[in-house]
């Protein structure tokens, strides 16, 4: 099956499935919408609180890409809508010196994003899925999406992004997860040297 996402084959070790296999590592939190906060700070401070009517203020943007996830499934052509990371980055003066972006969601996951994939054009603070609003067991009210990464560094429920300088483990890297984790360098695992 052809990549539908401007690539000619699909990624290594991945299949195509028709839909998402739902995963709540830690549980489904429940969530009050209008006390919903994303915390945006820069080496653990606190630069911004957003609400979500605050956040769709910065401008929402559509994007039609595919999911993967490192378990191998993928599926094609997912619309998400949702405000780049890159602008939040910029609306809230936050300097390009960090190195990582440490996430924190509602539930307690944790996960670490490199730099340079906080910042590609397509990350993004993802609000609706294929023109609906996020159900709650796809992180409702807002998740991350990095295309180009696998799944997990997708947090559900996320709530606070740490801007920080230092790399820290998330939940899936403390266990053995890339750091990266780049669909198309199939980086699944970190690298043991013997």
Known sequence: ?????????????????????????????????????????????????????????????????????????????????????????????????????YVESYDGYTTVVHRDDALDPRAMVALKLNGRPLEPEQGRPARLVFPHLYGWKGAKWVHVLDFIDGYRDGYWEALGYHERGRVWEEERFK????
């Open 1 to 101: 099956m052809a990549e539908r996402s401007g690539r000619s084959k699909t990624p290594p070790g991945q299949y195509y499935a028709p839909d998402f296999t739902i995963y709540k590592v830690m549980g489904q939190p429940s969530i009050d919408e209008r006390l919903w906060r994303l915390v945006v700070k820069r080496r653990g401070v606190e630069v911004a609180s957003l609400s979500l009517e605050e956040l769709e203020k910065l401008g929402v943007e559509r994007l039609k890409v595919d999911f993967h996830c490192v378990t191998g499934w993928s599926v094609a052509d997912v619309e998400w809508e949702g405000v780049p990371v890159r602008r939040l980055v910029e609306k809230l003066g936050i300097d390009n010196g960090f190195n990582w972006m």
């Open 191 to 194: 690298r043991t040297v013997v």
